[in-house]
């Protein structure tokens, strides 16, 4: 069972380093990892919950229910441990980038150049962490948001936010750190 949760959280932390992981640092070894690791890491899941299945159904042919239930509990383990480490917002690694960096971060919305009167706005970072085969998969840009006040009013305008509410989520990090993730 530990090693279930392994692979669910290894596959997990794939997929968020992906999500972080901008496309011009480190280019290659970028691509490397994302095409050749994601498959590899795949196909070793799939073929170890199989291997697991066919064990939980040799169990229950012998009568052994105590090795069918665990070999079943731990295929149940791989996707809840997954879903926990994707959904949950304390393993985002944007949330941790925004804490470690808070005080420079707010000193650059500070010198933006939005004015005194109203609430500070600034996107901090933006980064495209597309993963795939370049025009097979959506094209995925994310940006650290500082906004003060609502941020839903500096990123979308009236006409904006029709053509970009389909296809752009906006996530509250930290304090007023916000995330938008933007597919094309």
Known sequence: MVIAAFLGIAYAAYDRALDFWPLGFAN??????????GLLL?????????????????????????GMASSFIAIIIVPVCFGTIVTVPLFDPWLWYAIFNKS???????????SQNSPK???????????????????????LIYSEGDPHKHVYNDSD?????????LTHLYGN????DEYW
């Open 28 to 37: 290659g070894l970028r691509g490397l990892f994302d095409l050749l690791g």
């Open 42 to 66: 795949a196909l070793l899941i799939v073929g170890i919950l199989l291997v697991w299945f066919v064990s939980a159904i040799a169990a229950l042919y012998d009568r052994r229910f105590r």
């Open 104 to 114: 420079s971060f707010e000193a650059a919305a500070a010198t933006s150049g939005s």
């Open 121 to 143: 706005f600034a996107i901090i970072d933006a980064r495209d962490v597309s993963t795939g085969i370049a025009g097979v998969g959506l094209n995925h840009f994310v940006a």
């Open 161 to 169: 936010e029709e053509k970009l509410g389909s296809n752009s989520v």
């Open 177 to 180: 750190f916000y995330r938008r």
